[in-house]
C-alpha cells in the first residue's frame, strides 16, 4: 500500500465496480488506475493481492488470447476445401417442392419435426401452434397462445406433446391428445420462465427435460413435472438467439448462438462454457451441430455460415458468396453431414457442400423471409418455414437429365400486376438450369389484407 | 481499364460492424452491402449507363433498362444464372434503392423497363418511419398536382379515403401542408420535378407498399427489442412536426444489457483461457480427413444425396419406406449401419436388442443394462430421481446385487462418493468406464459373431418375394454405380 498516492478527482465509470462515480487516480506500481472511493476503501481493507488489479488482469487476459491464437495456428496446416479437393463432387441436387403447407394467418417463426417422420409442429407471430402430418396435410391440432411472435417450438421425443414459448418470456408445454375436441391450450402448463423473450427451445433425449434459450441472454435447463430449474447457462453477454442438442445421446453438451456474435458450448451437467467460437461479425441467428456431433454449423446476419470444428476448436469453413449479401437466418445438415441448408432473408435457401464450401444449389419458392429449415429425422425431406406465412416441404426429385432442360412447362394465367412480380414459383440448380417448375399460385390476395391492415392503422 | 473490384475485398474494407456498441440499427450490415453495390452500379465508368430517353414528344431524364442492371449485377456478383441475378435486383429495389419508373410494384425485369435510382435522401439507412401524416400529405398533394403520372392508384384512393376518415378533425392542416408543398414544387425546374415526383412515390411504394407486396420495413422483433434504437426515432419526411409527441411502441423500450467487465468477469475469463491453452486440439488435416469419412460413410444413408429404396416417401407418396424403418426385420443397409460404432448399434432398437442377446449368450448382458438403467435415469422427473438412483446402486453396485458389473476400484470411490448427494450424474463414471469396456471388448466380438455376421450376410442375398422391379433395380445396381444405372432407376420411379 505505501505506493498509492492520491490525485485530483475526475468523473466515470469506475474500474472496478464500473459504477459512474468521481474517481481517484492511484498508481499501483506506476500503473495508473481509476477507482471510486468506495473501492479504494474496499482495496485498502482486502489489502492488494499480489497488485492483481483489473488492469492487470486485463493484460493477462489479453496475452492469453494471443498465446490461444499462437497455438491454434500451429495446427492449421491445411484448409478442409483442400483436403476436400481430392473428394468426389455431388451430383446435381434435384430439389421439388412436395407440400405446401398453409393454414398460419402470420409470419411463421419455428418449426420442428416429430420423431415419426412426418409429423410437424409450427408456431407462427399470430400466438397460433399448429400441429400438421405433412404427409397428408391435414391439421391435427391447434393451440393458441395468450401472445403474439411465438419464436419457438420443440416436438416432444415421445410425440406426445409440444413445448412453444415467445414474446410471453415463459416456455410452455403442451400434451397432445388423440381427442381433438379437446381444448389444448387449458392443459397447457408452463415450464420454463425467463426475463426476456424465448428464442428457442428443445426436449433433451426425453419429454422430460426441457432446453431453453432467451433474449434475457441465458440459456436454461427445466424439469418439465415441476418447472424446476436444472441448470442455467450464462455466458453470453447478450440475447440468445438459438440452441442446438449434441446428437449423440450420451454428449450432455449443447451449443448455442446470439447476438454477442459468439457461438458457446456448454456441459449440461455442470452449466460450464466448455468452448466458445468468434468469428462472426454480426448476429448468430442459427446454430446446429454436425451429425457426428464433433463439429457444427451457424447463420449469421452478416450473409455468411460458417463450420466450426470442436476438436480443431476453431473455423473451418465459411459458407458466402460475392451474390449473397441478406442475413442466413436457418441451417441445417442432410443426414450425411454433406450438405448444408441454409435459410436466407432474401427468400432463398441454398445448399453448400460441406466439405468443399462450394454452393451446390439454390431454392426460390418462398415469397419471403425464410426463418427456420429443418431437415426431416430420416434425412428424406427438408421443411422450411416462411414469413409468408406457409411451410414448404422439399424433397428430393427424380434426376433429371441435364441434356434435356425443362421436362414441361406450364405457366399460369398471369394476371397483370403479379407478371411483373419476381417468379418465385420454382427451383432450379446452377448446373441443370430450370429443371423444375411447380406453378403453385401464390396466394397474393390474402397476403395483400394483412399487410393493408397494419400499414395503416391511425397511429 | 480499371481492374473492378470484386465484394470480398470490399467487404473487408467496409466499416467495422464488431463496435461494441450494439445499439445500430437491425439492417446496418446489408444496408452497408447494398450501397456499396448501387455505388459502384451508379459509378460513370464501371457501371451501367445512365441516359435520357426520348420517346414520343417527352423526354425520360436518367434512367437506365432492366437488361442493363441484370447485366451488370451477373457481371459484378459472379452471378451464373439471370434468373437469380433478377431476384437479387428485385429484393434491392425492394428496399428502394432504384425503382421501375412506371410501377408501384418494385422488382427488377429482364427487359426494356425503365429503372431510376433513388436520391441518398430517401435510402432507408436514414432509418425512416414515416408518420401516416406525411402519407396523408404526400397523396392529398398527388390529387392537387392534376397530372396523369401523378394519378392515384384505386389502392392510393382508398388508403386516401381511410385517412381522410382517421384524421378528419386536422385534415385541414394536412391540406394546407400539401398545399404548400405544392407551391415549392412548382419553382423547380420540370426535369427535376419529373424525377423528384417519382423517387417520392418509391418511397412510399417501400413504406406503404402495393397490397400483395412484401412489406420490406418489417423487423424481426428479436432484433428490435434489443436495442433502444435512437436511430428509429419518428421523423417526419416532410418535417412536420407533431403536437405532443408520440409515445414509442412497447418494441422500442425494453434495454439491452451489455455488462461491463468487471473483476470477477475478467477472472473468469482467464480461467476460460487457461482451460482452452491446455486443451488438447487435433491438426486441421486429421479434422479434415475425419470429416471427409464420416460423410463418405454416410452418403448412402442420406436421401438428399443416395435415393432411397424403395422410394422416397415425400416424392412417392407411398410410406412404404417408414413402414420399412419401423420393422423388425432390418435392412442389410440398416445391419451394416451397426458396425460403424457401438453408438450406431445402441440407437437402433433392433440393433440393441440383439445386442444384448448376444452379451446374454456369453453372460455380461449386465453391463448394458446397467448402461442402458443409467441413460435411462437422466430421461427422468426430477423427484424420481433419488430413488432410481438408489435402485440402481441395488441392482448393479451394492454387495450382493443381482447383476453385479464390475468397476475398477476409481470409479467405485467416485461413484460411491457421488451418492452421498444423488442426481442424475451420480453414474457418469461408471458408465462411461462401463460404455469403454463395452466398446473395446464385447462389441468387437459381436460384430465377429455369428448372430451379426448371419444378418449381415442375409439380408444381401436378394429377396424374391418383391418381385420384378426390386430384381430390375438389383440388375441396375450391379451394373455399378454409374450414371445410367442411377438414370434407370429414377426413370422407374417416376413411372
Known amino acids: 500500500m505505501c505506493d498509492q498516492t492520491f490525485m485530483a478527482a475526475t468523473f466515470g465509470p469506475c474500474d472496478s465496480c464500473s459504477k459512474a462515480s468521481p474517481l481517484m487516480n492511484i498508481y499501483i506500481k506506476s500503473e495508473a488506475i481509476n477507482y471510486c472511493s468506495f473501492c479504494v476503501e474496499m482495496m485498502a481493507c482486502q489489502g492488494l493481492q499480489k497488485g492483481e488489479t483489473l488492469a492487470t488482469l486485463k493484460k493477462e487476459s489479453e496475452n492469453l488470447k494471443k498465446k490461444l491464437e499462437e497455438e491454434r495456428g500451429k495446427l492449421n496446416d491445411i484448409e478442409l476445401h483442400q483436403v476436400a479437393e481430392k473428394v468426389e463432387a455431388v451430383a446435381a441436387l434435384s430439389l421439388k417442392t412436395r407440400r405446401v403447407l398453409k393454414g398460419h394467418g402470420n409470419k411463421v417463426l419455428c418449426v420442428d419435426w416429430c420423431k415419426d417422420k412426418r409429423r410437424l409442429v409450427s408456431s407462427s407471430q399470430d400466438g397460433k401452434v399448429i400441429v400438421w402430418d405433412a404427409f397428408t396435410l391435414n391439421k391435427e391440432h391447434g393451440v393458441t397462445l395468450p401472445c403474439t411472435w411465438v419464436m419457438a417450438c420443440a416436438y416432444a421425443p415421445s410425440g406426445c406433446a409440444v413445448a412453444c414459448g415467445g414474446l410471453d418470456n415463459k416456455c410452455s408445454v403442451v400434451p397432445l391428445s388423440l381427442d381433438r375436441n379437446e381444448n389444448l391450450a387449458a392443459k397447457k402448463k408452463s415450464v420454463a420462465m425467463h426475463t426476456n423473450y424465448v428464442s428457442g427451445c428443445s426436449f433433451t433425449n426425453s419429454d422430460m427435460q426441457l432446453l431453453t434459450s432467451s433474449g434475457d441472454g441465458t440459456c436454461a435447463l427445466w424439469d418439465v413435472e415441476s418447472g424446476q430449474l436444472l441448470q442455467s447457462f450464462h455466458g453470453h453477454t447478450a440475447d440468445v438467439l438459438s440452441l442446438d442438442l449434441a446428437p449423440s445421446e450420451t454428449g450432455n453438451t449443447f451449443v448455442s448462438g446470439g447476438c454477442d456474435m459468439k457461438a458457446n458450448v456448454w456441459d449440461m451437467r455442470s452449466g460450464q462454457n466448455i468452448q466458445s467460437f468468434e468469428s462472426h461479425e454480426s448476429d448468430i441467428n442459427c446454430v446446429k451441430y454436425y451429425p457426428s456431433g464433433d463439429a457444427f454449423a451457424s447463420a449469421s446476419d452478416d450473409a455468411t455460415c460458417r463450420f466450426y470444428d470442436l476438436r480443431a476448436d476453431r473455423e473451418v469453413a465459411v459458407y458466402q458468396k460475392d451474390s449473397i449479401i441478406f442475413g442466413a437466418s436457418s441451417v441445417d445438415f442432410s443426414l450425411s453431414g454433406r450438405l448444408l441448408f441454409t435459410g436466407y432473408n432474401d427468400y432463398t435457401i441454398n445448399v453448400w457442400d460441406v466439405l468443399k464450401g462450394t454452393r451446390v444449389s439454390i431454392l426460390l419458392g418462398h415469397e419471403n423471409r425464410i426463418s427456420r429449415v429443418r431437415v426431416s429425422p430420416d434425412g428424406t425431406a427438408l421443411c422450411s418455414a416462411s414469413w409468408d406465412n406457409s411451410l414448404r416441404i422439399e424433397g428430393t426429385g427424380p434426376r433429371g437429365n441435364p441434356t434435356h432442360p425443362a421436362p414441361q412447362l406450364h405457366p399460369p394465367a398471369h394476371s397483370g400486376r403479379s407478371q411483373s412480380v419476381p417468379r418465385a414459383d420454382r427451383i432450379y440448380s446452377p448446373s441443370n438450369k430450370f429443371l423444375v417448375f411447380p406453378w403453385v399460385f401464390s396466394q397474393w390476395e390474402w397476403l395483400g389484407k394483412s399487410s393493408k391492415g397494419s400499414a395503416l392503422e391511425p397511429s | ?495
Open chain 2, 1 to 495: 481499364m480499371m481492374p473492378v473490384l470484386s465484394i470480398p475485398t470490399l467487404r473487408s474494407g467496409l466499416p467495422d460492424c464488431r463496435s461494441s456498441d450494439l445499439n445500430v440499427p437491425v439492417h446496418r450490415q446489408l444496408w452497408l452491402f447494398i450501397e456499396d453495390i448501387v455505388t459502384r452500379i451508379q459509378d460513370e465508368t464501371e457501371g451501367v449507363p445512365i441516359r435520357t430517353v426520348k420517346s414520343f414528344m417527352t423526354k425520360i431524364p436518367s434512367v437506365v433498362t432492366g437488361a442493363d442492371i441484370v447485366q451488370w449485377l451477373m457481371k459484378n456478383l459472379t452471378v451464373e444464372d439471370s434468373a437469380e441475378a433478377m431476384h437479387i435486383g428485385s429484393l434491392i429495389a425492394a428496399q428502394g434503392y432504384f425503382f421501375p419508373i412506371s410501377d408501384h410494384v418494385l422488382c427488377l425485369r429482364d427487359d426494356g423497363t425503365l429503372y431510376r435510382f433513388q436520391a441518398p435522401y430517401f435510402w432507408p439507412s436514414n432509418c425512416w418511419e414515416p408518420e401516416n401524416t406525411d402519407y396523408a400529405i404526400y397523396l392529398c398533394k398527388r390529387t392537387m398536382q392534376n397530372k396523369t403520372r401523378l394519378e392515384l392508384a384505386d389502392y392510393e384512393a382508398e388508403n386516401l379515403a381511410r385517412l381522410q376518415r382517421a384524421f378528419a378533425r386536422k385534415w385541414e392542416f394536412i391540406y394546407m401542408q400539401a398545399e404548400a408543398q405544392v407551391k415549392i414544387d412548382r419553382k423547380k425546374d420540370k426535369i427535376e420535378r419529373k424525377i423528384l415526383d417519382s423517387q417520392e412515390r418509391a418511397f412510399w411504394d417501400v413504406h406503404r407498399p402495393v397490397p400483395g407486396c412484401v412489406n420490406t420495413t418489417e423487423m424481426d422483433i428479436r432484433k428490435c427489442r434489443r436495442m433502444k434504437n435512437p436511430h428509429r426515432v419518428k421523423k417526419s419526411v416532410y418535417g412536420v412536426v407533431e403536437e405532443g409527441t408520440q409515445s414509442q411502441s412497447p418494441i422500442h423500450t425494453s434495454l439491452h444489457h451489455c455488462r461491463k467487465g468487471t473483476k470477477e468477469d475478467v477472472e473468469k475469463e482467464i480461467l476460460f483461457l487457461n482451460t482452452q491453452l491446455d486443451r488438447h486440439c487435433l491438426k486441421m488435416s486429421k479434422v479434415a480427413e475425419s470429416l471427409i469419412t464420416y460423410a463418405e460413410q454416410y452418403m448412402e444413408y442420406d436421401p438428399f444425396v443416395t435415393t432411397p429404396e424403395p422410394s422416397n416417401p415425400w416424392t412417392s407418396d407411398d410410406p412404404t419406406l417408414w413402414d420399412l424403418e419401423m420393422s423388425k426385420e432390418p435392412s442389410q443397409q440398416r445391419v451394416k449401419k451397426w458396425g460403424f460404432s457401438l453408438e450406431e448399434a445402441l440407437k437402433d432398437p433392433v440393433g440393441q436388442e440383439l445386442f444384448l442377446k448376444f452379451l446374454e449368450s456369453e453372460f455380461s448382458s449386465e453391463n448394458l443394462r446397467f448402461w442402458l438403467a443409467v441413460q435411462g435415469l437422466k430421461s427422468v422427473p426430477q423427484q424420481d430421481v433419488a430413488q432410481r438412483v438408489q435402485d440402481i446402486w441395488a441392482e448393479f453396485l451394492a454387495e450382493g446385487a443381482p447383476s453385479s458389473i464390475n468397476l475398477d476400484s476409481h470409479s467405485y470411490e467416485i461413484t460411491s462418493q457421488n451418492l452421498k448427494d444423488p442426481g442424475r450424474y451420480s453414474y457418469e463414471d461408471a458408465q462411461d468406464h462401463i460404455y469403454k469396456l463395452m466398446k473395446s471388448d464385447s462389441y468387437p466380438r459381436f460384430l465377429r459373431s455369428s448372430v451379426y455376421q448371419d444378418l449381415l450376410m442375409a439380408r444381401k442375398k436378394p429377396e424374391t418375394e418383391q418381385g420384378r422391379r426390386t430384381s430390375l433395380e438389383k440388375f441396375t445396381r450391379s451394373m455399378g454405380k454409374s450414371l445410367t444405372g442411377k438414370r434407370l432407376t429414377g426413370l422407374m420411379q417416376s413411372s
